[in-house]
């Protein structure tokens, strides 16, 4: 029995869809999560692995916007897999400031083997609730829908920088 107040069939329809999309997001990273766990390593950590596995080496900001991390965090996530001598940090040649991160040997190693597994997982996530077809199409409408609400991001920036709302 639905208890939720009721504000318009526009806003109720919107609203149940975004708590929906929400949930699922959410269940979807708590079970990705888990498999990430069962190779040893954090969401963070993975993330720069498969960052740096599919696009090669990349400048430590690079990383922060791959991975929707805060600068400090990125820190102490690479230090973490430099310590665990799956990367290296080397000075990037045109900013002696800047480094560049990459895969070492070993790193390179375990996203090999992982990545496939944890790709299959995914995939075998998604199948088990969605056709082809379905996934084509939830995969288009949601890219409609962050690309705009990404330009709705921007342009409340841009009021906001301008001295607006």
């Known amino acids: 029995m639905k208890t939720t107040k009721k ?3 526009k806003a109720d329809l919107a ?4 708590v929906k999309l929400a949930r699922a ?3 979807m990273s708590t079970l990705t999560i888990r498999d990430i766990a069962t190779y040893g390593l954090t969401e963070a950590q993975f993330g720069v692995i498969e960052a740096l596995g599919h696009l090669g080496p990349m400048k430590v900001g690079e990383l922060c916007t791959k991975n929707l991390s805060s600068g400090g965090n990125m820190t102490v996530v690479v230090d973490n897999l430099v310590r665990d001598g799956l990367v290296d ?3 990037a040649y045109d ?4 480094y560049i991160v990459q895969l070492t040997p070993k790193g390179k190693d375990l996203f090999d083997s992982i990545f496939v597994k944890h790709a299959n997982f995914v995939t075998d996530l998604v199948y088990s609730a969605l056709s082809e077809e379905e996934i084509q199409q939830l995969s288009a409408l949601l890219k409609k829908l962050g690309l705009s609400m990404k330009e709705k991001l921007k342009n409340s920036e841009s009021l906001n920088k301008e001295g607006g709302r």
């Open 95 to 98: 900013d002696r400031r800047a």
């Open 7 to 9: 504000y318009g069939k």
């Open 15 to 18: 609203l149940g869809m975004w």
């Open 25 to 27: 997001a959410n269940t």
């Open 89 to 91: 940090r080397v000075r």
